[in-house]
């Protein structure tokens, strides 16, 4: 029976594992500015909108554009810039253990995300410095569950598919990984997130 080779990539989604994202927050928040009731201001920010902005297809005017279009509201950048990225909580438990791995393996951050929540996030997460590469969907214009985005991942963290472990709070992108020969896992927790790395000896 073949070994099975050791980690030497370590590929981490950025939504509900480095940061928690509460959209009912945001939906909320964004429809008390706009005089909507957080149902009726979900359901016009549900749809096309959200994937042209991860993939890059609109810039931060363009997103504040299009979330106020659809709002019926016109906010200042000023304005509507911390309202949109107002519902995220750095995930603190977190971090320390992925710290630890820096320099042990490489790591590679692999979000669906926009412009807008990038630039906020960045300052936040000054551990993503120290990552090897972020493939971020707005950046390289593929968004998971697409196997482009994680081949280029893995062209970024130089290592076979089989030796790259990937973190996702989504079944459905730990799926799409796991299709690729990638060892996927649902993430829940940090001390789950812990023991699940123990077992892969990092």
């Known amino acids: ?16 594992v480095l940061v928690f994202h509460d959209n009912a927050r ?3 928040r964004l429809a008390a500015r706009a005089g909507l009731a957080p149902e009726e201001a979900s ?31 016109d906010l200042p950048m000023e304005e509507f810039a ?19 791995l820096v320099g ?12 807008l929540h990038v630039a906020y996030l960045k300052p936040l997460l000054p551990l993503l ?11 390289v214009g593929a968004v998971k569950p697409e196997p482009a985005i994680y081949r280029l991942a893995l062209e970024q963290a130089g290592c076979a598919p089989d ?15 796991r299709a690729l020969g990638l060892r996927g896992f649902v993430f829940t927790d940090a001390p789950a997130f812990d023991a699940r790395l123990k077992s892969l000896g990092l």
């Open 1 to 16: 029976m073949a070994a099975v080779p050791a980690v030497k990539a370590l590929l981490l989604d950025l939504g509900n």
């Open 26 to 28: 945001l939906f909320a």
């Open 43 to 73: 359901r016009r920010l549900t749809g096309a909108g959200w994937t042209a902005a991860n993939r890059g297809l609109l810039d931060a005017e363009g997103i504040r554009r299009d979330v106020c279009g659809a709002l019926g509201v």
């Open 82 to 100: 911390p309202l949109w990225s107002s519902h995220f909580t750095v995930h603190d438990a977190v971090l320390p253990r992925v710290e630890g």
């Open 104 to 115: 042990r393996v490489k790591l590679v951050l692999v979000s669906n995300t926009n412009a």
């Open 129 to 139: 410095q120290r990552f090897d590469a972020l493939v971020l969907s707005c950046e």
């Open 163 to 177: 030796e790259a472990a990937f973190f996702d709070d989504l079944p459905e992108f730990v799926d799409a990984a």
